[in-house]
Nanobody, 115 residues
Framework: QVHVVESGGGLVQPGGSLRLSCTASGIIFSDAAMGWFRQAPGKQREWVAAISSVGKTNYVNSVRGRFTISRDNAKNTVYLQMNSLKPEDTAVYYC?????????WGQGTQVTVSS
């Protein structure tokens, strides 16, 4: 059975930082492309960042230069380091594992950027 679990969300002031983690089990993690998505209230879910099985990364323009996606295959974990956070980054952040038989989503973690 596949489980994808996000953690690390919270309340942070504008300009602050957070690091999200996503741990996946039940899949061959090293073969999986992983992605982060977010959904703000009243808006559609949007793609934020992705990392391939070999570590190639890509970002939506609105977070490029502020967010960094990385992975640790030994820990079956993908991270999203978020710096210089803005109020418009407020959303529920979801992790997605892309493997045959998937995709597999986590339950999400809330990120709120507010003073």
């Amino acid at each position: 059975q596949v489980h994808v679990v996000e953690s690390g969300g919270g309340l942070v002031q504008p300009g602050g930082s957070l690091r999200l983690s996503c741990t996946a089990s039940g899949i061959i993690f090293s073969d999986a492309a992983m992605g982060w998505f977010r959904q703000a209230p009243g808006k559609q879910r949007e793609w934020v960042a992705a990392i391939s099985s070999v570590g190639k990364t890509n970002y939506v323009n609105s977070v490029r230069g502020r967010f960094t996606i990385s992975r640790d295959n030994a820990k079956n974990t993908v991270y999203l380091q978020m710096n210089s956070l803005k109020p418009e980054d407020t959303a529920v952040y979801y992790c997605k594992g892309m493997v045959p038989g998937g995709p597999y989503w986590g339950q999400g973690t809330q990120v709120t950027v507010s003073s």
